[in-house]
């Protein structure tokens, strides 16, 4: 779906060893990615990309993948636009960055990466074995009311563990763990 100039913005060899380490959580303004933006990509080439994601992640990876990139919209409308500090600091949807490293195989090894504010992915697949790291899940707001007036909370489970954890250790546990 790229065009030559898109795909020359998109890929990287697999030496690269810069574009694997290149990724956070930072927001653009803090941070400079390399890659395609989502936001200069189209409608057919979004939908191939989470595609790919649905098909490397598990649906619950997946799903919670959305829905931390989703909360960065919900920031935008809260903070009224696109980030803060005068406007430099640019977070939403539309601040994610693509990029593949190493040519798509069934037996060599290559990577995708995608994140921006808060998430990011680095899926280093090689035949069937799928590596997810190092990747980054945060949310910021961590709830929030979706369009369809559901509460979302894309870290809820695993918040709700960690303090069900904390609260099943007694006072000098607590102290020792925290």
Known sequence: TLSDTERDNVLFDWTDNTQKQRWSNLPEGLYERAGLMWGDMSET??????????????????????AEWNADDVLVAQQGGGGGGGGQLLFGTQYYWIALIGTPSETEPWQWQWGGHHVTVNATIVGSNIALTPSFIGCQPCEYTDANGNTVRPLGDIEDEAFALVNALDATQQQAAI
Request: proline residues 0%; without cysteine.
């Open 45 to 66: 080439q979004q939908n191939a990309w989470l595609a790919l994601m649905r098909a490397t992640l598990s649906a619950e990876g997946y799903n919670r993948v959305i």
